[in-house]
């Protein structure tokens, strides 16, 4: 079974400029997470929810990620098939886990392991 496309991600130097940039393009509004300089959107019942936010350090990116019942098997499968881990797994208040790996070819795909009851 193909696995969805859960959440997208727009990380860059000048969070708040992205954020508007965004909201007066495409009419997004946003709850920005306090002392995170992250915004989330969702467009009412449609599209996927998403982030737009500070990189950690120098140039942004911009990604998304794709739901997976294992995230450790993932990234073992990413690595043999000559991917890399970017970002090791690490869970989120919420129990969610994420983590980035590069693709061949160096492109950035997050993966997310939804939390368990």
Known sequence: MAKPVT???IMGENADALR???SE???WNFNVLEGLNYGTTKCDDTGIPGGVGQAP???GWVTFYVQTDDIEAT?????ALGGAVVMPARALPDKTTIAILADPEGHAVGVVQPATA
């Open 57 to 59: 350090q120098g140039r």
């Open 75 to 79: 990234l073992a499968q990413a690595t």
């Open 20 to 22: 508007g940039f965004y």
């Open 25 to 27: 393009l495409f009419n």
């Open 7 to 9: 959440w997208f991600e």
